[in-house]
T-cell receptor
Protein backbone atom coordinates (compact mmCIF):
# COMPACT_ATOMS: atom_id res chain seq x y z
CA UNK A 1 0.00 0.00 0.00
CA UNK A 2 1.06 3.57 -0.59
CA UNK A 3 2.54 5.53 2.31
CA UNK A 4 3.06 9.26 2.52
CA UNK A 5 5.67 10.69 4.85
CA UNK A 6 5.56 14.39 5.71
CA UNK A 7 8.40 16.47 7.03
CA UNK A 8 8.82 18.16 9.31
CA UNK A 9 6.29 16.69 11.75
CA UNK A 10 5.91 20.05 13.42
CA UNK A 11 7.10 23.53 12.75
CA UNK A 12 7.15 26.78 14.72
CA UNK A 13 7.86 29.91 12.70
CA UNK A 14 7.76 33.58 13.45
CA UNK A 15 5.13 35.63 11.68
CA UNK A 16 6.42 36.91 8.37
CA UNK A 17 8.86 34.05 7.81
CA UNK A 18 8.70 31.63 4.88
CA UNK A 19 8.42 27.87 5.35
CA UNK A 20 8.29 24.64 3.35
CA UNK A 21 6.54 21.35 4.09
CA UNK A 22 7.44 18.20 2.17
CA UNK A 23 5.41 15.12 1.33
CA UNK A 24 7.23 12.02 0.07
CA UNK A 25 5.49 8.97 -1.32
CA UNK A 26 6.63 5.34 -1.17
CA UNK A 27 5.11 4.76 -4.62
CA UNK A 28 4.56 6.70 -7.84
CA UNK A 29 2.48 9.80 -7.35
CA UNK A 30 -0.17 10.31 -10.00
CA UNK A 31 -1.37 13.41 -8.27
CA UNK A 32 -1.65 14.95 -4.86
CA UNK A 33 -4.01 16.89 -2.66
CA UNK A 34 -3.05 19.39 -0.01
CA UNK A 35 -5.45 20.02 2.86
CA UNK A 36 -5.36 22.16 5.98
CA UNK A 37 -7.01 21.23 9.26
CA UNK A 38 -7.74 23.31 12.31
CA UNK A 39 -7.51 21.23 15.48
CA UNK A 40 -10.58 19.04 15.96
CA UNK A 41 -12.25 20.24 12.78
CA UNK A 42 -12.64 19.03 9.24
CA UNK A 43 -10.13 19.34 6.43
CA UNK A 44 -10.13 22.36 4.14
CA UNK A 45 -9.13 21.71 0.53
CA UNK A 46 -6.16 23.83 -0.55
CA UNK A 47 -5.18 22.54 -3.98
CA UNK A 48 -4.82 19.51 -6.22
CA UNK A 49 -1.75 18.76 -8.34
CA UNK A 50 -2.15 16.32 -11.21
CA UNK A 51 0.89 16.60 -13.45
CA UNK A 52 4.58 16.24 -12.83
CA UNK A 53 6.15 19.65 -12.47
CA UNK A 54 2.78 21.27 -11.90
CA UNK A 55 2.82 24.24 -9.58
CA UNK A 56 -0.21 25.98 -8.13
CA UNK A 57 -0.63 28.98 -5.90
CA UNK A 58 -3.43 30.22 -3.72
CA UNK A 59 -2.87 33.48 -1.91
CA UNK A 60 0.48 32.99 -0.16
CA UNK A 61 0.58 29.21 -0.49
CA UNK A 62 2.37 27.49 -3.37
CA UNK A 63 2.56 23.76 -3.98
CA UNK A 64 4.59 21.79 -6.50
CA UNK A 65 4.60 18.17 -7.60
CA UNK A 66 7.82 16.38 -8.52
CA UNK A 67 6.77 13.02 -9.97
CA UNK A 68 10.32 11.74 -10.44
CA UNK A 69 11.13 12.29 -6.80
CA UNK A 70 7.68 11.04 -5.77
CA UNK A 71 7.47 14.20 -3.75
CA UNK A 72 5.46 17.36 -3.30
CA UNK A 73 6.33 20.54 -1.46
CA UNK A 74 4.09 23.21 0.01
CA UNK A 75 5.60 26.64 0.52
CA UNK A 76 4.09 29.46 2.56
CA UNK A 77 5.41 32.96 2.00
CA UNK A 78 5.30 35.58 4.75
CA UNK A 79 3.45 33.35 7.22
CA UNK A 80 0.56 34.72 9.25
CA UNK A 81 -1.21 33.41 12.39
CA UNK A 82 -4.10 32.37 10.14
CA UNK A 83 -1.78 29.83 8.50
CA UNK A 84 -1.49 27.86 11.74
CA UNK A 85 -2.94 24.38 11.68
CA UNK A 86 -2.19 20.87 10.46
CA UNK A 87 -1.25 20.42 6.82
CA UNK A 88 -2.00 17.06 5.23
CA UNK A 89 -1.09 15.71 1.83
CA UNK A 90 -3.21 13.03 0.18
CA UNK A 91 -2.23 10.77 -2.72
CA UNK A 92 -4.60 10.98 -5.64
CA UNK A 93 -6.09 7.57 -6.37
CA UNK A 94 -5.71 6.13 -9.85
CA UNK A 95 -9.41 5.45 -10.31
CA UNK A 96 -12.79 6.38 -8.91
CA UNK A 97 -12.91 3.14 -6.98
CA UNK A 98 -9.58 3.63 -5.24
CA UNK A 99 -9.11 4.96 -1.77
CA UNK A 100 -7.39 8.16 -0.72
CA UNK A 101 -4.24 7.83 1.40
CA UNK A 102 -3.17 10.70 3.64
CA UNK A 103 0.21 11.70 4.93
CA UNK A 104 1.26 11.83 8.55
CA UNK A 105 0.58 15.56 8.83
CA UNK A 106 2.65 18.64 9.69
CA UNK A 107 1.60 20.82 12.60
CA UNK A 108 2.39 24.49 11.98
CA UNK A 109 2.46 27.15 14.68
CA UNK A 110 3.02 30.80 13.82
CA UNK A 111 4.26 33.03 16.61
CA UNK A 112 3.86 36.78 16.78
CA UNK B 1 -24.24 26.01 -1.11
CA UNK B 2 -24.38 24.10 2.16
CA UNK B 3 -21.28 22.10 3.09
CA UNK B 4 -20.99 18.58 4.40
CA UNK B 5 -22.95 18.18 7.61
CA UNK B 6 -22.10 15.62 10.24
CA UNK B 7 -24.20 14.82 13.27
CA UNK B 8 -23.78 14.66 16.13
CA UNK B 9 -20.63 16.76 16.71
CA UNK B 10 -19.80 15.08 20.00
CA UNK B 11 -20.74 11.70 21.41
CA UNK B 12 -19.84 9.86 24.59
CA UNK B 13 -20.44 6.12 24.82
CA UNK B 14 -19.33 3.25 26.99
CA UNK B 15 -17.59 0.05 25.98
CA UNK B 16 -19.83 -2.53 24.40
CA UNK B 17 -22.41 -0.05 23.14
CA UNK B 18 -23.03 0.73 19.51
CA UNK B 19 -23.19 4.08 17.75
CA UNK B 20 -24.50 5.52 14.50
CA UNK B 21 -23.02 8.62 12.89
CA UNK B 22 -24.69 10.58 10.14
CA UNK B 23 -23.34 12.49 7.16
CA UNK B 24 -25.21 14.70 4.70
CA UNK B 25 -23.08 15.43 1.63
CA UNK B 26 -23.06 18.55 -0.48
CA UNK B 27 -26.08 18.63 -2.75
CA UNK B 28 -25.33 16.77 -5.98
CA UNK B 29 -22.37 14.85 -4.59
CA UNK B 30 -22.80 11.11 -4.94
CA UNK B 31 -19.59 9.83 -3.37
CA UNK B 32 -19.25 9.75 0.40
CA UNK B 33 -16.12 8.59 2.22
CA UNK B 34 -15.53 8.03 5.91
CA UNK B 35 -12.26 8.43 7.79
CA UNK B 36 -11.07 7.84 11.31
CA UNK B 37 -8.52 10.24 12.77
CA UNK B 38 -6.52 9.51 15.90
CA UNK B 39 -3.29 11.04 17.26
CA UNK B 40 -1.45 7.74 16.92
CA UNK B 41 -2.64 6.49 13.52
CA UNK B 42 -3.46 9.74 11.77
CA UNK B 43 -6.19 9.88 9.15
CA UNK B 44 -7.27 6.42 8.03
CA UNK B 45 -9.77 5.47 5.34
CA UNK B 46 -12.81 3.51 6.49
CA UNK B 47 -14.99 3.11 3.40
CA UNK B 48 -16.44 4.88 0.40
CA UNK B 49 -19.97 4.76 -0.95
CA UNK B 50 -21.28 5.72 -4.36
CA UNK B 51 -24.90 5.37 -5.46
CA UNK B 52 -25.76 3.32 -2.38
CA UNK B 53 -22.94 0.82 -3.04
CA UNK B 54 -19.76 0.38 -1.04
CA UNK B 55 -16.96 0.75 -3.58
CA UNK B 56 -13.95 0.48 -1.32
CA UNK B 57 -13.14 -0.48 2.22
CA UNK B 58 -10.18 0.16 4.49
CA UNK B 59 -8.56 -2.20 6.96
CA UNK B 60 -11.03 -2.01 9.80
CA UNK B 61 -12.83 -4.85 11.59
CA UNK B 62 -16.37 -5.82 10.68
CA UNK B 63 -17.67 -3.87 13.68
CA UNK B 64 -17.40 -0.84 11.43
CA UNK B 65 -20.12 -0.68 8.81
CA UNK B 66 -21.90 1.90 6.77
CA UNK B 67 -24.59 2.53 4.26
CA UNK B 68 -25.74 5.16 1.83
CA UNK B 69 -29.28 6.15 1.06
CA UNK B 70 -30.84 7.11 -2.27
CA UNK B 71 -30.43 10.82 -1.44
CA UNK B 72 -26.66 10.19 -0.94
CA UNK B 73 -26.83 10.72 2.81
CA UNK B 74 -24.68 8.20 4.62
CA UNK B 75 -24.47 6.62 8.01
CA UNK B 76 -21.72 4.66 9.66
CA UNK B 77 -22.23 2.29 12.53
CA UNK B 78 -19.78 0.94 15.05
CA UNK B 79 -20.89 -1.98 17.17
CA UNK B 80 -19.41 -3.36 20.40
CA UNK B 81 -17.44 -0.19 21.03
CA UNK B 82 -13.89 -0.44 22.34
CA UNK B 83 -11.75 2.18 24.03
CA UNK B 84 -9.58 2.34 20.93
CA UNK B 85 -12.54 3.52 18.86
CA UNK B 86 -12.26 6.95 20.47
CA UNK B 87 -11.48 9.24 17.57
CA UNK B 88 -12.62 12.01 15.30
CA UNK B 89 -14.74 10.50 12.52
CA UNK B 90 -14.73 12.54 9.35
CA UNK B 91 -17.01 12.32 6.37
CA UNK B 92 -16.13 13.70 2.95
CA UNK B 93 -18.13 14.03 -0.24
CA UNK B 94 -17.33 14.59 -3.90
CA UNK B 95 -19.18 14.41 -7.19
CA UNK B 96 -17.85 11.07 -8.41
CA UNK B 97 -15.13 9.77 -6.14
CA UNK B 98 -11.84 10.35 -4.35
CA UNK B 99 -10.01 11.33 -7.54
CA UNK B 100 -11.80 14.66 -7.25
CA UNK B 101 -11.33 17.16 -4.41
CA UNK B 102 -13.20 15.92 -1.40
CA UNK B 103 -15.11 18.27 0.85
CA UNK B 104 -15.01 17.41 4.52
CA UNK B 105 -17.46 17.89 7.34
CA UNK B 106 -16.32 19.04 10.78
CA UNK B 107 -16.49 15.51 12.09
CA UNK B 108 -17.98 13.66 15.02
CA UNK B 109 -15.81 13.41 18.10
CA UNK B 110 -16.51 9.99 19.66
CA UNK B 111 -15.28 9.31 23.17
CA UNK B 112 -15.52 5.85 24.70
CA UNK B 113 -15.50 5.56 28.49
Amino acid sequence: SQELEQSPQSLIVQEGKNLTINCTSSKTLYGLYWYKQKYGEGLIFLMMLQKGGEEKSHEKITAKLDEKKQQSSLHITASQPSHAGIYLCGALPTGTASKLTFGTGTRLQVTL
Amino acid sequence: KAGVTQTPRYLIKTRGQQVTLSCSPISGHRSVSWYQQTPGQGLQFLFEYFSETQRNKGNFPGRFSGRQFSNSRSEMNVSTLELGDSALYLCASSLWGPNQPQHFGDGTRLSIL
